[in-house]
């Protein structure tokens, strides 16, 4: 069987995610829509220097993300709608994808947008498609492998999911390399973490609550806090069947303390007034250096990803453990970040087009077979590492 698929954003993730389609996901068209034709045609390029004999079959497009009818024009025929765009655009896009006939599932990372995106349960059923937001890494991947955890366990539950994209040596003001969209970095760095303490919802604010976690060399010691968006819909999918569930980012030690200094002066801010009556544009310069200042392109990224699930089987305390380390494919040119966001989100695309999915606006936690998902990680290069023994507690 071949399928049919549409990637709205050529960039970075676009690109890695119709690699994948391609390499992976029986696809006999991939559609590389953006903005700007330019970039959907530099992507095409690249891809068909990676898969020299499926140049007819990935094909530029020039659409407008906001505008509806082009968003349905570009995914004429494509039985699934894959969105790389900024999350703000995903609702939108979402509607135009029902409209079109297709399953949609996104990268996500904006809680208040998924739901917005839930809320068309009903057309998507009507339509006979399904719909999957926050596909990604976290949120996405962390969540699924969370999802499987709890299916082979009995409450008591708790989940903790801790990931980061980090460079491969520690460099630069902040030990960071600026791995994907500035806008989606500030927005985990903002708001709350929405949590399941002791069975019940709570909210905690971003950028607190850090503590010291450890991974095998070349990673070594960092800091994981909490940011927002990461549990995504999890604490309402797993009321009333997990205690504990929480979501922290990692980075090398002493990163969040610069961050939340940076917050307490007003650098992340549109705009800030000034004692003399005077307006300031702080985020455009804050963006401006990170992007200059952070893309640090002679070093090379990792991905790490730890998911980790206690509670009992047959009466007795286990633990099961979730591992995965990444690092930037020099082969294919693609950074941990993009392999680690991309290629899962094109697993999830590919159950869609097989029909593995209820037709419906779903959370992943509740609508993806984690046991199948999980399976099928290894074949499209995302290596876990799994164990399943007593918890000592």
């Known amino acids: 069987m071949r399928y049919r698929y549409c990637v709205i954003g050529a960039g970075r993730q676009g690109a890695a995610i119709a690699h994948d389609l391609l390499l992976n996901c029986e696809a006999s068209r991939v559609v590389l829509a953006d903005a700007q034709e330019a970039v959907a045609r530099r992507s095409v390029l690249r891809l068909v220097a990676l898969h020299p004999s499926r140049g007819g079959d990935v094909i530029p497009v020039q659409c407008d993300a906001a505008d509806g009818d082009s968003v349905q024009r570009a995914a004429t025929g494509a039985q699934v709608v894959i969105s790389a765009a900024p999350y703000r655009f995903n609702e939108g896009l979402t509607r135009a994808a029902i409209a079109a006939g297709a399953h949609f599932c996104d990268l996500g990372g904006n809680t208040a947008v998924v739901r917005s995106q839930l809320a068309l349960h009903e057309a998507a059923r009507a339509a006979g498609v399904s719909v999957l937001p926050d ?27 801790r990931c980061g994209g980090l460079p491969q040596r520690r460099e630069g003001p902040l030990n960071y390399k600026l791995v994907f969209n500035f806008d989606g970095l500030v927005n985990e760095y903002s708001g709350f973490g929405e949590f399941l303490r002791e069975g019940a919802p709570i909210s905690i604010p971003a950028l607190s609550e850090t503590e010291a976690i450890e991974f095998p060399p070349p990673v070594g010691l960092c800091e994981a806090a909490v940011t927002s968006g990461g549990t995504s819909t999890c604490a309402e999918s797993f009321a009333g069947l997990v205690q504990d569930y929480d979501y922290k980012t990692v980075r090398y030690p002493g990163h969040f303390a610069i961050i939340r200094a940076m917050f307490g002066l007003g650098l992340f801010e549109e705009r800030l007034r000034t004692g003399d009556g005077g307006e300031l544009r702080p985020r455009e310069l804050t963006r401006r250096l990170f992007e200059e200042r952070l893309a640090l392109p002679e070093v090379r990224d990792l991905v790490v990803l730890r998911v980790t699930v206690r509670g009992r089987s047959g009466g007795v305390a286990r633990r099961v453990t979730y591992d995965l380390f990444d690092l930037h494919d020099e082969g294919t040119g693609f950074t ?8 899962p989100t094109a697993l999830v695309a590919y159950f869609q087009a097989r029909g593995m999915i209820p037709a419906g606006a779903r959370p992943l936690e509740q609508a993806l077979p984690t046991a199948a998902y999980v399976k099928e990680l290894g074949g499209h290069d995302i290596r876990i590492v799994q164990q399943d023994g007593p918890d000592a507690g």
């Open 336 to 343: 941990a970040m993009e392999r680690t966001t991309a290629f």
């Open 135 to 161: 596909c990604g890494l976290a949120p996405g991947l962390g969540n699924i492998l969370a999802a499987d955890g709890v299916s082979r366990l009995e409450p008591p539950i708790r989940v903790q999911v």
